[in-house]
């Protein structure tokens, strides 16, 4: 059986569409690839705040997602105000995370969590 070149590309945008949507299903594990635990834990403050603390601190913010968008790509200097115990953090460009990507995290991350075992 001889496949074309279209049917070729078909193929593959399915399987790329099926790549990014599994992506999609699990922002834990795309954090992960993309390095965001080096400095975040679930649930274990590391370098920086837990993913469970970002996700309580800004719960009541209706600008979170703009806010930590802008302060991951921007990076903070953590001196004082709402930073976390002044530790200085480091802007992260899109070479790192796009932004869709970036957006889909933070999205997780401020996502109300079941309280349930």
């Known amino acids: 059986m001889r496949i074309l070149h279209s049917d070729l590309t078909a ?16 922002p834990g594990a795309l954090a992960q690839r993309k390095g965001c635990g080096i400095c975040h834990h ?8 837990s993913w469970a603390e970002i996700g309580e601190r800004y719960a009541d913010d209706a600008n979170a997602a703009e806010t930590l ?20 953090k480091m802007g992260v460009d899109v070479d790192t995370i796009s932004d869709e990507d970036l957006r889909t995290v933070i999205a997780w991350v401020l996502a109300p969590k079941d309280a349930s075992p």
């Open 69 to 88: 968008f802008k302060r991951t790509r921007e990076g903070s200097k953590g001196s004082t105000g709402d930073h976390w115990d002044g530790a200085p």
């Open 11 to 26: 193929l593959l945008t399915a399987a790329l569409t099926l790549l990014a949507s599994s992506a999609l299903a699990d």
């Open 42 to 49: 679930a649930d274990m403050r590391m370098l920086g705040p």
